[in-house]
Structure formats: structure tokens, C-alpha cells
């Protein structure tokens, strides 16, 4: 069975950084792109950043290019997100997701997600 599992949420101030982790589980994630999503209480939900197999192209949002960082370890099966400069409008649930990078847009398997709150 494919599963998708975040982790690294938490608590932080604003224009601290935190790091999530994507780790699959089932299926190798080298030949997936795989991105990052978030949902706002009462917003939609929206992309953050998706990351390519094989050549690695990556494509962030441009709430937050320059800020956030998305790589990935094949070997360790892991993708992460490397957020820094949080600000309060990053508070989310942080989804991982199989994705199209130049859409920025999920697809068909999802992790549950992990939530991220940016506060003084």
C-alpha cells in the first residue's frame, strides 16, 4: 500500500525555520515528482513547491520563492521542505503529495499532513 507520512510540524516564531520531512512508505519515491501543499484555516488549499524525478527541477510558489527550500534523498526515500523566515501567513496544514512540478498541482496519493503554526 502507498503512504505518504509528514513530519516536523510544530511551533515557531516568526522568521524561525522548521524542516518537514515526506517519507514514503510502499513505493519508491525516486520515480515520483513530489511536492508540498497547504491549507489555511478557511483558505483552500494551495502549492508550495513540487521537486522533479531525475533532474530535480523544482517550482515554488511565489509566496514563498526565496524562503523555502524543497530537496530531496532518494536513498533515505524522503523528500523535505526546508522552510526559514517564517512568517504568520505560513500557518498551515502542510500536505506531501505525488505532483506535476510545472502545474504545481497535487495528484492521486497524499499524506495526512502535518501542521505548522508560526506565532509570537
Known amino acids: 500500500q502507498w503512504r505518504l507520512v509528514e513530519s516536523g510540524g510544530g511551533l515557531v516564531e516568526p522568521g524561525g525555520s522548521l524542516r518537514l520531512s515526506c517519507t514514503a512508505s510502499?513505493?519508491?519515491?525516486?520515480?515520483?515528482?513530489i511536492g508540498w501543499f497547504r491549507q489555511a484555516p478557511g483558505k483552500e488549499r494551495e502549492g508550495v513547491s513540487c521537486?522533479?524525478?531525475?533532474?530535480?527541477?523544482?517550482n515554488y510558489a511565489a509566496s514563498v520563492k526565496g524562503r523555502f527550500t524543497i530537496s530531496r534523498d532518494d536513498a533515505k526515500n524522503t523528500v523535505y521542505l526546508q522552510m526559514n523566515s517564517l512568517k504568520a501567513e505560513d500557518t498551515a496544514v502542510y500536505y506531501c503529495?505525488?505532483?506535476?512540478?510545472?502545474?504545481?498541482?497535487?495528484?492521486?496519493?497524499w499524506g495526512e499532513g502535518t501542521l505548522v503554526t508560526v506565532s509570537s
Open positions: 503529495a505525488t505532483c506535476i512540478v510545472l502545474r504545481l498541482q497535487g495528484m492521486n496519493y
Open positions: 521537486i522533479s524525478t531525475k533532474t530535480g527541477t523544482t
Open positions: 510502499g513505493f519508491t519515491l525516486q520515480y515520483h515528482s
